[in-house]
């Protein structure tokens, strides 16, 4: 049987990229936060939609620096997502509150994040849609992969602090490598 549910109550069967960071560096400041709003708009070169609203610390950053890093996280970082999720880096040194640890990018200021199993350095290259929607489009110029570490399972956000933890891996055959 059907019933209606509110409406704000859509995006949790909607969100299906994993939690990740996003970093940027304002007037010599790193700051990072928890972004679940993002999706890929192109493969080659990846191209990526971000939504950052205007209200978070990261908005005038990367408004202004047009680069980031996004950084993914596995699922051991559970913990530290959420916590800076709901702190400000108006307020809060993050990197040192939460012990991540900052690496230096090679194409933008942004800083990796050596936690994370893999790190995008991204430019902004459109923001005609960030006046209405908060939305971001980036291009990764280069990509990271931490080899050693083992356990890339990521987790997806389903809203009011309930996560999902990638599952089995299920490969099938397909024309593209």
């Excluded at 942004?110 to 971001?136: G, Q």
């Excluded at 931490?146 to 089995?168: L, S």
Aim: some cysteine; charged content about 15%; hydrophobic content about 45%.
């Amino acid at each position: 049987m059907l019933r209606n549910i509110p409406l704000g109550k859509a995006y949790q069967f909607l969100e299906p990229g994993p939690v990740v960071f996003l970093t940027t560096v304002h007037c010599g400041q790193a700051n990072i936060m928890t972004m679940s709003w993002h999706m890929m708009v192109e493969f080659d070169p990846p191209r990526i939609a971000c939504v950052v609203s205007a209200a978070n610390f990261s908005f005038q950053a990367l408004r202004q620096t047009r680069q980031c890093v996004i950084a993914i996280p596995s699922v051991d970082l559970v913990s530290t997502i959420v916590a800076i999720g709901n702190c400000s880096g108006r307020d809060v040194d993050k990197f040192t509150a939460f012990g991540l640890t900052q690496l230096a990018a090679r194409y933008v200021t942004s800083p990796l994040v050596a936690e994370c199993f893999s790190n995008l350095e991204c430019r902004v290259i459109d923001t005609r849609m960030v006046n209405k929607y908060n939305i971001f489009i980036m291009e990764a110029v280069n990509v990271w992969i931490n080899q050693q570490h083992v356990n890339r399972k990521t987790v997806h956000h389903h809203g009011y602090g309930k996560f999902v933890v990638d599952g089995k891996t299920v490969i099938l055959k397909s024309t593209k490598p």
